[in-house]
């Protein structure tokens, strides 16, 4: 399989990316590409020109800080995974397979949005933020930016440069994936984040991927665990609740009603390893 | 900025198991195909989707799938692949413990499992039979039901932490 013929540009600085974008709005940036280039082969899409942004180095950093850790977005899943971010860096492990994992990028996943993707779980539980450039600097909350599925909010001439999270000192936390063979999307994947005092819950976070068009915070299952002490019943029934916040369709990875019960079952898991930690 | 036309040719530099390359390459032209076409056929086409693992080639240190890369993204690169592991008639550790365990029986997927291998243990140089299997789930093997490739790679680790280099 060969992509289809197109061109080429190698970007050597931010503003050259977004003005060419711009100018051209059938061109597509390309990150690590992993989503993009198996597109380009099967011919899904047929931009006129790649701007290669991967040697754009202010877009590859990350920075942990006391309150927020800020990442570039060029940071690979690998990096990301090594970093020690609470919560992300678990979800980046998940993620596809380790040669995969050495290419993608989370301004790469966040700009493409697939509905199954592993970070966005993590990303809205974490009420994670994004930096947007163009011809003018914006940021949004994940929420907002991930408006549909594949349907970032971005203009013509902006692309993701940052992402930025609060730090969850104290936090414990994980990321519980469901997939049908090694390296495939989501069946579902739950984000709990969790913070414990003695044996009662004071905070807790949960994110859903791959059940909606877009994730999703289960607020009404957060709500019946915070602040009450830890039991198995609570655990039980706030899970049953996750599934409420479930609306998957069926497809290869499974009917909507098998995925709307294992959402419970996983969220379950999700709370009861983050409790373990 | 660099801007290469849609007709256009470009040259690429390659440092291919220490030998530099220079080739003329279409934006479209995916590195697995270059790579072949330079003489390294040991980079094998599998499955062509990003899920075989076959291509596997170690770019700037760090394991990838040639099939998911362009050509000219690689340009400036240094590669290893397959054909850069034997020294002087020696194989590589890797190598040799995947014929003493019989690791492969077509081998279609051979210089892929050994390519990821060899990152996997430079992350991991003392590994568990789990960790092993989560680091090749990106290499699909269709013959020998996974179990002689994870001992030939638990053999491995224990070969090079005796004769590290």
Known sequence: MYPPKLGYVIAENLEEATDFLEKHEDAKALAGGHSLIPMLKLRIIRPSYLVDIRRISNLHFISPGSDEIRIGSLSTHYEISKANIPLLSETATKIADPQVRNMGTIGGVISQLDPSADYPASLIAMDAKVKVKGKTERTVSFKDFAKDMFTPDLNPGELVTEIIVPAFKDYKFSYQKLERKAGDYAIVGVAVLLKTDGESIKDVRIGLTAVNNTAVRATEAENMLKDTRISEEIIEKASAKVMDYANPVSDIRGSAEYKKKVTKVMAKRAILEALKR | ?165
């Open chain 2, 1 to 165: 900025m660099k801007v290469i036309e849609p007709d256009q040719k470009t040259k690429i530099h390659l440092k291919i198991n220490g030998k530099d390359y220079e080739t003329e390459v279409e934006p479209r032209r995916l590195l697995v195909h270059v790579l072949r076409d330079l003489g390294f056929t040991g980079v094998h086409i599998g499955c062509d989707t990003s899920n075989c693992g076959a291509c596997t080639i170690i770019m700037n240190g760090k394991s990838v799938k040639s099939c998911t890369v362009l050509g000219v993204e690689a340009d400036g690169s240094e590669i290893l692949t397959i054909e850069g592991l034997a020294k002087d008639g020696k194989l590589h550790p890797i190598q040799e413990a995947f014929w003493e365990k019989h690791a492969l029986q077509c081998g279609y997927c051979t210089p892929g499992m050994i390519m990821e291998s060899l990152w996997f243990l430079s992350q991991n140089p003392n590994p568990t039979e789990e960790e092993i299997r989560e680091g090749i789930s990106g290499n699909l093997c269709r013959c020998t039901g996974y179990q002689n490739i994870v001992e030939a790679i638990k053999e491995a680790s224990t070969k090079m932490k005796a004769n590290p280099k």
